[in-house]
């Protein structure tokens, strides 16, 4: 990405509106506000272009899940009900609505990059995530699959048939690689803490992919503790798995929860790592992707290092470190 360019910002304040329950759920609106905070007083403040998302429509969301999970989660909101099969999974009577923008977040930065109107690197900051969502299910505080929706829109929408996702939150994206694993042009890498230790469990670095999908998926699965060094050896492994597939569209999801500070993982990487992140995620999109790139906020929970994290990625993503 060219010194000098605007970051792309896709959000809403309605996504404050999904209301999580407050008490200790850590999923919560303050989320989205640090990390403003973080940009606003950041180098790159003067060179932030605000645009909003359109919400998903039905057909989009039904690339990624099942009418029946659509159906459930909308009852179970105009019901009144305060959860989703897990108390993790708190929703509120705008839940449902609230989710469907925050997918569309995603479809609407496809559209202003294959329209030639970013002119920088394009970041959804948005809420719910999505990562952890199944085709049939919510889980870890997911209710559709951000990633994977943008993932199917530039396949369907603009014929990008080659698109990867790189997920660098500190928990697997179980829902990512249970949609991408069997197909022979979608490809999922995911950098987490080891499943043998953190939620939900999967992401061993055996799981590459079934039938036409083998060899599509790449777990880089790290032990507690590991840090900023750790992460440096794999990331010539993660551009040799890029040499091989040659993506045309690469879709970042951005979770902030491996810093060392937070305590969602034990995972121990600095605020500085989350820079060079960024700047290996634009030499990705450059020799791959024609600089087709887009970011969607994941994870993320310690407050104060997630907004300095977030503005870290993004001034590699701009090559202002």
Same mark, same amino acid.
């Given at each position: ?30 989320? %989205?506000? =640090? ?55 708190? =929703? ?29 690197? =394009?970041?959804? %900051?948005?809420? +719910? +995530? ?17 990633? =994977? ?62 039938? +036409? ?63 060079? %992140? ?39 993503? %701009?090559?202002?470190?």
């Amino acid at each position: 990405m060219p010194r000098g360019s605007s970051l792309i910002l896709i959000t809403d304040p309605a996504y404050s509106r999904h209301d999580t329950g407050g008490g200790e759920h850590p999923e919560i609106p303050e989320r %989205l506000q =640090v990390i403003q905070e973080a940009f606003a007083a950041s180098s790159f403040a003067q060179n932030i272009k605000v645009f909003p998302p359109r919400p998903a429509s039905r057909a989009e969301l039904l690339a990624c899940h099942d009418e029946a999970w659509l159906f459930r989660f909308e009852e179970a909101v105009l019901s009144g009900r305060t959860y989703v099969d897990h108390t993790d999974n708190q =929703v509120c009577y705008e839940s449902y609505e609230i989710a469907t923008l925050s997918a569309g977040a995603g479809l609407s930065g496809i559209d202003l990059i294959e329209q030639g109107q970013a002119e920088g690197p =394009v970041f959804c %900051l948005t809420r +719910p +995530p999505g990562h952890h969502a199944e085709a049939n299910q919510p889980l870890g505080f997911c209710f559709f699959n951000n990633c =994977v929706i943008a993932a199917r829109y530039w396949q369907n929408t603009y014929g990008r048939s080659r698109v990867a996702v790189f997920d660098f939150d500190a928990h697997h994206g179980n829902g990512i690689q249970s949609a991408l694993e069997s197909e022979p042009d979608s490809a999922y890498v995911s950098l987490h803490e080891h499943p043998s230790f953190s939620y939900p469990g999967t992401g061993w670095d055996e799981e590459r992919g079934l039938g +036409p999908g083998k060899g599509t998926i790449l777990n880089l699965p790290l032990p507690p503790g590991a840090g900023d060094e750790e992460v440096r050896r794999l990331l010539p492994k993660i551009r040799a798995f890029f040499e091989e597939m040659r993506p045309e569209a690469l879709v970042v999801g951005a979770g902030f929860d491996a810093h060392v500070e937070d305590e969602m993982s034990g995972l121990a990487y600095t605020t500085e790592l989350y820079t060079e %992140l960024g700047r290996f995620i634009v030499e990705l999109g450059r020799d791959f992707c024609d600089g087709r790139v887009l970011s969607i906020l994941e994870g993320g929970y310690h407050l104060p290092c997630l907004g300095e994290s977030a503005a870290a990625y993004i001034a590699g993503l %701009l090559h202002q470190d």
